[in-house]
Antibody, heavy 118, light 106 residues
Framework: EVQLVESGGGIVQPGGSLRLSCAASGFSFSVYEMNWIRQAPGKGLEWLSYISERSTTIYYADSVKGRFTISRDDAKNSLFLQMNSLRVEDTAFYYC???????????WGQGTLVTVSS | SYELTQPLSVSVAPGQTARIICEGNNIGRKNVHWYQQKPGQAPLLVIHRDSNRPSGIPERFSGSNSGNTATLTISWAQAGDEADYYCHVWDSHTAVFGGGTRLTVL
């Protein structure tokens, strides 16, 4: 069974940093492309970042470019999101998501909540 | 940047057919995917590449895509289908979501 489990969320002050992790299991993590997607409470879905197999290709949404960094450790079946210069508007549930051939998001984690507040 | 437009809400009587549209410029040229999200849960893929159902998704869920409109159709709507539904495409290496449609079965 495919499982994606996020961790690392919490409360942080504006301007602060946080590193999210996603532990993957139940599939060959290294051959899959992965993404981070977030959802502010009561709002819609917002795609943040994509990383290909072997980390050869990375994309970011304009809203986080230069502040967030996606990475992966295939030896540990893990996906990461380093978030710097956090803003109040970054408050959201952050989902680790598997994508199939750059198309559809077929498996989602349960999400981890990040709250940016003073 | 590419935009997808969905109605905020759609209502359907139990047993009837619900249609949720997703509008975008020449969306018919793109692969459209649909996700269902129930309160407190992560989104669930219900249709991929316009009209394909993942394993475990009932045949009552179907999709189409042409011109400037993609449509998610839910036949024989049930109370358990109440949820938010999001359409999704890729455009210039960016994943774009519609704003979401709240389906009410009443």
């Amino acid at each position: 069974e495919v499982q994606l489990v996020e961790s690392g969320g919490g409360i942080v002050q504006p301007g602060g940093s946080l590193r999210l992790s996603c532990a993957a299991s139940g599939f060959s993590f290294s051959v899959y492309e992965m993404n981070w997607i977030r959802q502010a409470p009561g709002k819609g879905l917002e795609w943040l970042s994509y990383i290909s197999e072997r980390s050869t290709t990375i994309y970011y949404a304009d809203s986080v470019k230069g502040r967030f960094t996606i990475s992966r450790d295939d030896a540990k079946n893990s996906l990461f999101l380093q978030m710097n210069s956090l803003r109040v508007e970054d408050t959201a549930f952050y989902y680790c998501v598997r994508v199939i051939s750059g198309n559809h998001f077929d498996h989602w984690g349960q999400g981890t909540l990040v709250t940016v507040s003073s | 940047s590419y935009e997808l437009t969905q109605p905020l809400s759609v209502s359907v009587a139990p047993g009837q057919t619900a249609r949720i549209i997703c509008e975008g410029n020449n969306i018919g040229r793109k692969n459209v995917h649909w996700y269902q999200q129930k309160p407190g849960q992560a989104p669930l893929l219900v249709i991929h590449r316009d009209s394909n159902r993942p394993s475990g998704i009932p045949e009552r869920f179907s999709g189409s895509n042409s011109g400037n409109t993609a449509t998610l159709t839910i036949s024989w709507a049930q109370a358990g289908d109440e949820a938010d539904y999001y359409c999704h495409v890729w455009d210039s290496h960016t994943a774009v979501f519609g704003g979401g449609t709240r389906l009410t079965v009443l």
